[in-house]
């Protein structure tokens, strides 16, 4: 069986710097984006709260939406975050 994948958007406030990343277990990661256990581009801006994600069948559908999500503009990544989650809630407690 294919390993499910995740695509996500987490930002460190409403209408502030967004990232767009992928993976495979979503809990898992927007602890480590919380907690910064990684160093990069969303440590370095505080990028701590989970806005957006949608869920795929396999890891590689979820990278081929990643690529198409990162290749648009930031206009599109905000209205996506506002077409599913206008307040801009953090969406980590949902999962757990």
């Known amino acids: 069986m294919a390993k ?3 695509v996500y958007i987490v930002t460190n406030k409403r209408n ?14 927007v602890y480590e984006h919380k907690n910064d256990v990684l160093d990069g581009f969303s440590s370095k801006y505080g990028c701590k709260y989970l ?7 396999s890891i590689e559908d979820a990278i081929s939406r990643e690529k198409q999500i990162k290749a ?3 206009k599109r990544k905000l209205a996506l975050i506002e077409a599913e989650n206008p307040e801009w809630k953090d969406l980590y407690e949902t999962l757990l």
């Not at 502030?16 to 990661?29: A, C, E, F, I, Q």
């Open 4 to 6: 499910q994948g995740f």
């Open 16 to 29: 502030g710097t967004v990232y767009t990343g992928v993976t495979s277990d979503l809990v898992k990661r």
């Open 51 to 57: 806005v957006y994600y949608e869920i795929y069948e």
């Open 72 to 74: 648009g503009s930031r």
